[in-house]
């Protein structure tokens, strides 16, 4: 497989894979992309991609696939279109935040027709994304890694193997139930800077500088110093997809997760607050109107 001639297809052209799309067409890769709406082939074509009109198109001549899904519906539709197109002898990325046994699902049923699927989602978020910064956690057949992992490293700053198939997923799990503590150990954090009086844009600069800090204290804090929570580079409503995984996962092992589920009742109050469509930098608004500190200028924002 060379990374430099063969094309990538790519399933699913959102925040994520369209980002992901832009970097591999610019460091010389040929992007074959598809996704269910077609505005979002808007993009691709300035990037320099080529539209297709399947999933088994955007496949047709791609030396990998790389699949950037929201649902185990759509992963399910692209393995029928794959299927029914008769492709063979092809290596698939699945990069989305998925339940395991549903990505084992499809890899059994691409395996009949000697496709191989890896489990590989990505740690980072969509401004990451636009930069390359992201982490590429990766399972399954290591010769199929093998032969993936140059693609991996023109859109990611790392690539890590992980074994056996599901392992990528299972780290996705535990790194995902850091952020959501994170982001709303973040925000509980500026909300009592601002209260006190503090400057957010200091509680910024001073955070990160400190032991305090941390790599999602770093992306989002700052937005929530401006209350600036578009565009969102991962909706809260999509994040809650995320959560249910992680904490259905842990659950099934046995394992107690009171600060991760603590949380959980911060993202749905923002849901309920309107915020479902805004960045989850926005539980900052939730947990500011709780303390008082929400006056009508800055809630004006959330949107904005």
Not at 15 to 44: C, H, K, Q, T, W
Not at 72 to 95: C, Q
Not at 102 to 125: W, Y
Not at 157 to 168: D, I, K, V
Request: glycine share 10%.
């Amino acid at each position: 497989m060379n990374a430099r001639n063969d094309a990538v297809g790519i399933i699913g052209l959102g925040i994520m894979g369209s980002a992901i799309a832009r970097n591999l067409v610019s460091r010389g890769v040929m992007v074959r992309g598809y996704d269910i709406d077609p505005e979002r082939f808007v993009l691709l074509r300035a990037d320099g991609g080529k539209v297709c009109k399947s999933a088994a198109d955007a496949a047709e001549g791609a030396a990998l696939l790389l699949t950037s899904l929201p649902s185990a519906a759509a992963l399910d539709a692209t393995v029928e279109s794959l299927l029914s197109a008769g492709r063979r002898d092809l290596v698939i990325a699945e990069l989305s935040t998925l339940p395991i046994p549903v990505k084992e699902q499809a890899r059994d049923r691409l395996a009949g027709a000697a496709i191989t699927l890896l489990d590989c989602p990505l740690s980072g978020t969509g401004a990451q994304a636009q930069t390359g910064d992201l982490a590429v956690y990766a399972s399954g057949p290591r010769a199929a890694y093998e032969a993936a992992e140059p693609f991996f490293l023109r859109f990611a700053r790392a690539s890590h193997y992980l074994g056996a198939f599901g392992n990528g997923s299972k780290m996705k799990f535990v790194a995902n139930l850091l952020v959501a503590i994170h982001n709303v150990a973040s925000a509980e954090a500026m909300v009592l800077g601002m209260k006190a009086g503090l400057d957010p844009a200091m509680i910024v600069k001073v955070i990160a500088s400190g032991a305090g800090n941390s790599r999602v204290f770093e992306l989002r804090a700052p937005l929530m110093a401006e209350a600036a929570y578009q565009p969102a580079t991962m909706k809260i409503d999509i994040w809650q997809k995320d959560m249910a995984i992680i904490g259905d996962f842990a659950r099934q092992l046995g394992v107690a997760t009171p600060t991760f589920t603590a949380t959980e009742a911060v993202y749905r109050s923002a849901q309920k607050s309107g915020f479902g469509s805004d960045d989850t930098a926005a539980v900052c608004a939730v947990i500011e109107a709780g303390a008082g500190l929400l006056p009508n200028a800055r809630a004006s924002r959330h949107n904005g």
